[in-house]
């Protein structure tokens, strides 16, 4: 039974979502990343269940002190794109190391990229295809929990959105739209992409951790259906009263942009996520966990804007 939970990347998207979800379930939650200044701040939401512990991920010390106290290790650290290699693989390999030595089962919060492309919506079995620099880069950190020894749930996502997503597509979008009533959306307008509102990800993952037979497997963890940027231009429109219109940004654009912007160099290699999206099928789940959660992108499109408005009005 898992009564003490640590989850590594507490201050990012997934991490502080499934600080929250753990914590609402009356699981005491260790909430590690690198600033104790926003752990401090977001333990506010969180409540008296969170237990804060700030520390460096590379530092084999700081990771071994929050799994040894530990029922499940959470992972959901992400780092710049130009950060990667090796970074990446120093940091599980530090989590996986502590985990094996102390009997900690290992939780992993992983995106698409391994699946590379794909012709129909990918489940669990489909063949791996990764033909980008980033997908064989996380390929390769499957293959190391799968090798590790240690007891794992891999769960693959499509792009978040939501509150604290700031390193994704859609906020990208969105944050521009606050401001003004254009927005630079990656990719075209017309193509059905699938997004994942980021409480739904982090309730399944909880879910899934408490099961005690999801062990020993990769799980998907899918959006609710796919949308267009389109469709999403509409919403906001909608919801902010106002003409709001998306200008797609395409490959030969994200180039440019990359001369000067490395996170947008290197972007450049996942564009075919937006012109051949791939779409996870997650059947496996809904038969063996039950439902997953939904969020309909109506109403979580209009949750991302109104806390991303909260912010600038409290900046002000």
Request: proline share 6%; aromatic share 10%; hydrophobic share 40%.
């Amino acid at each position: 039974m898992m009564k003490t939970a640590a989850v590594f990347g507490a201050t990012g998207g997934m991490g502080y979502a499934l600080t929250e979800a753990l914590c609402r379930r009356n699981i005491k939650t260790i909430a590690f990343a690198r600033s104790e200044e926003n752990l401090l701040t977001f333990k506010k939401d969180w409540g008296p269940n969170a237990v804060i512990h700030s520390g460096d991920a590379l530092n084999p010390e700081d990771i071994e002190k929050a799994v040894t106290e530990a029922d499940a290790v959470f992972h959901a650290i992400n780092i710049p794109y130009p950060d990667w290699d090796p970074a990446l693989s120093i940091i599980l390999d530090n989590i996986l190391h502590a985990c094996r030595k102390h009997h900690k089962p290992f939780i992993y919060a992983d995106n698409i990229y391994s699946y590379g492309l794909q012709s129909s919506p990918a489940a669990e079995v489909s063949p791996k295809n990764p033909h980008t620099k980033k997908g064989k880069l996380r390929q390769s950190l499957i293959e190391m929990i799968k090798n590790s020894g240690v007891p794992y749930i891999i769960a693959h996502f499509p792009d978040f959105y939501g509150p604290h997503t700031e390193n994704t597509l859609l906020h990208y979008t969105l944050s521009q739209i606050i401001e003004k009533n254009k927005g630079m959306f990656v990719g075209k307008t017309d193509i059905p992409r699938e997004f994942i509102y980021i409480k739904d990800g982090a309730e399944a993952l909880a879910e899934l951790s408490l099961n005690e037979n999801s062990y020993g497997e990769v799980w998907n963890i899918p959006g609710a259906g796919t949308i267009t940027g389109d469709e999403i231009a509409s919403i906001v429109s909608n919801h902010l009263k106002r003409g709001v219109t998306f200008t797609p940004v395409h490959k030969w654009m994200i180039r440019g942009i990359g001369i000067f912007d490395p996170m947008m160099r290197e972007y450049t290699e996942l564009m075919y996520l937006n012109q051949t999206p791939v779409i996870l099928d997650g059947s496996k789940y809904e038969a063996r966990i039950g439902t997953l959660p939904q969020t309909p992108y109506e109403t979580g499109i209009k949750m991302t804007l109104d806390h991303l408005l909260n912010e600038r009005n409290a900046a002000v």
